[in-house]
């Protein structure tokens, strides 16, 4: 399989070399030629499949060009129920209401992005080894994505992670997942300043090309063609534990942010997975919400963009969106570039003409929840269920069960667990004991390794060359 971008301008190329990849050099994403079909007898053979042997079955139809049993070490290495919390990986269980919610957030951070991130931290390992090559991750976080990607990555040879975070603006829990890591190829780096000013930091680095080239710079975010196909599997793992036969359908809801999640579910839908909806859940930042109500795609800026209660979807340009838009345009690379060119002068655009086409053949339906819903949502699920959901996964359970259609089976996906979230779960049901794995009892104790900077790209660069001269 060779991998193409969206925007037209790359040559084709092998999965191999896109793992590694961030934007592709004439800034689009890449994505399959073809996504592969799945047969009614491939469904049939999978349905009773381990998590580990459906993510292989799925990958390898992605990754053509790592041997096989490679590639089952990898996953095998992965999925493993000390790292997962439980045999089946991803759960799926029911709510009193009907409603099906699969458990993705078992993983070591507590959140869905450990899903890809461990299968790409042991992925990036793999061929920085085979390559003889030494990849030296710069990223910013404000709380998931940097854990995730540290926690996938730790102690993997070839790779260094240097992560910065804005100095005192995460919780706890997240500074004492980060900071506890003892690690010699993690280096946190706290910057005086707010998350933007870390992004600034990393795109400056980025743009001094000899630095970037001399020390291997490279990033791990959301656009990563690794991160989507790790996350395809489990929609089918969904999928299987939702229905008793290949015949039934099953609706998707998912809490969104930067399109990366629900992507993979639409890809999962392409290839032939039979998903009769994909409900894309936005919080006060609904510009997805809009684009799947109207048509109308218009990013906002930082400025214009709430800092919420579920803060991970705190976006306002979906990075990931475009892959869905050019499946939508019949893969026209000029229409894209005309479309982003938009984007980039700051318009946005209008694909109001494709409403129907979205809705029908793509199935996307939409809808948003606001601070109120989210605390009256995990305050129902605590009261009727009796446990506890976070203000991610209750965004996607409000707008579930308002699109549901009669005899609809709606999976939501749990993007992460309560405990990481106290202050939003105690403002919704008082000062309750809130569950936490066991492994992470007296986190917060544990000794933190983090060097505080001023908020300046040489002392990030001079942090770098000593590490790595
Ligand atoms: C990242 C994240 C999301 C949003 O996922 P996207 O792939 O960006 O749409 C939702 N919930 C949680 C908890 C997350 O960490």
């Not at 549901?404 to 939003?424: M, P, S």
Request: hydrophobic residues 40%.
């Amino acid at each position: 399989m060779k991998y193409i971008s969206t925007r037209g301008q790359t040559d084709r190329k092998s999965f191999s070399e896109i793992l590694l990849m961030g934007l592709a050099p004439d800034g689009g994403l890449m994505l399959p030629e073809a996504y592969p079909a799945v047969s009614e007898t491939m469904l049939d053979q999978w349905r009773g499949l381990s998590y580990r042997e459906l993510a292989f079955e799925i990958i390898r139809l992605f990754a053509t060009d790592i041997p096989e049993a490679d590639l089952r070490r990898i996953i095998d290495r992965t999925y493993t129920e000390e790292a997962f919390g439980s045999a089946d990986i991803t759960p799926v269980r029911t709510l009193k209401d009907g409603i099906k919610i699969q458990a993705l957030s078992n993983g070591p951070t507590l959140a869905f992005k450990d899903m890809a991130m461990q299968f790409l931290g042991n992925a990036f390992e793999y061929v920085l080894n085979k390559e003889n090559k030494q990849l030296n991750i710069l990223g910013a976080t404000s709380g998931d994505t940097g854990s995730a990607a540290e926690y996938a990555l730790r102690g993997k040879k070839g790779v260094n992670v240097f992560m910065l975070s804005p100095e005192g603006k995460m919780s706890a829990f997240q500074r004492a997942q980060m900071f506890s890591l003892q690690d010699e190829n993690i280096v946190n780096i706290a910057v005086k300043g707010m998350f933007d000013d870390c992004q600034d930091i990393v795109k400056s680095v980025q743009n001094d090309h000899a630095f970037k080239e001399k020390y291997h710079i490279g990033t791990v975010n959301s656009i990563n063609w690794g991160r989507i196909v790790a996350q395809v599997a489990y929609y089918f793992a969904g999928y299987f534990r939702a229905t008793d036969n290949n015949r039934q359908e099953v609706s998707f809801c998912v809490p969104s942010g930067n399109f990366g999640n629900v992507c993979a579910g639409h890809i999962a839908k392409q290839m032939g997975l039979p998903i009769r909806r994909l409900i894309v859940a936005t919080n006060e930042n609904d510009v997805l919400d809009q684009f799947f109500k109207t048509g109308e795609y218009r990013p906002r800026t930082t400025e214009q963009t709430y800092v919420t209660s579920s803060p991970s979807m705190d976006i306002s340009k979906a990075s990931n969106f475009e892959r869905f838009v050019f499946d939508l345009m019949a893969r026209d690379s000029d229409e894209i570039n005309a479309l982003w060119a938009e984007v980039g002068a700051g318009k946005g655009f209008s694909l109001a003409h494709k409403l129907p086409e979205i809705r029908e053949k793509y199935g996307f339906v939409s809808g948003r929840s606001l601070h109120q819903d989210r605390l009256a949502t995990i305050r129902q699920v605590y009261e009727t269920d009796g446990e506890l959901i976070d203000p991610h996964t209750a965004d996607g359970v409000k707008v579930a069960r308002e699109v549901r259609e009669d005899g609809e089976i709606i999976v939501c996906l749990e993007t992460a667990l309560a405990a990481k979230f106290d202050a939003t779960i105690r403002e919704a049901v008082g000062d309750v004991a809130i569950p936490r794995p066991a492994k992470l009892n007296g986190l917060e104790d544990l000794p933190q390794r983090v060097q505080v900077v001023p908020n300046n790209a040489d002392i990030v660069k001079s942090i770098i060359r000593e590490k790595l001269d």
